[in-house]
């Protein structure tokens, strides 16, 4: 059976929003810090991982709401979180590495210089995990934007293990804290293959930097 995203969007809304309001955020002085570096006048960019988009996107929906845009796969499960994401003001533009990508990343560049945060998952949408593909650095070029680095901590959670990204779903009620990074400013130089690979590393060792295994 499939599921359709128009008649079940309300109500995994209501539920996910439900499950958010439950957690208590720490947000180490996060929102502070996004607002001093909103006052430099750049386009700002969230980077984080995939596994640990559950409790993000929600600390989004509790924290600033109406300020951020991100990107959602153009599948039909794409279709829903999408929808989802609307229905908790998130602008979103649709695509993928393998579909639409540079449409949604033109996109998105548009609405960060309107004024929207933007956030990527740096690995997504299929991995491999904690690897950062190129659209991250490549988008944060093009839009002139700061790149801030940003990890979730939940200690009681659930960790899907058998999924490629060891997916994180904070328990209710639980406590999360959020980890942020200095930004990052990347290379106004043409972006080689080689200087592609050098700026990606140097974003997954700040993730990594932020929460250590």
Known sequence: MRINPVRFAPLVTWLYSLWIRSLRYDDSGFISHLKQLSATGKPIMLA????ELFSLTGFGLSALRGSFATIASDSRDGELIARVLERIDYLVARGSSTRGGLKALLQLKRHME??????????GPRGPRRKAKDGTVFLCQKAGALLVPVRSECP???VFTKSWDQFKVPKPFSRCRIHF????????E???PELMAMENARLEQALLALLPD
């Not at 984080?48 to 596994?51: G, P």
């Open 48 to 51: 984080i991982y995939h596994e």
């Open 114 to 123: 309107r004024g929207r945060i933007g956030v990527v998952t740096v690995d």
């Open 156 to 158: 009681t959670q659930w």
């Open 181 to 188: 990074g200095q930004p990052l400013e990347i290379t106004q």
């Open 190 to 192: 043409k972006l080689t």
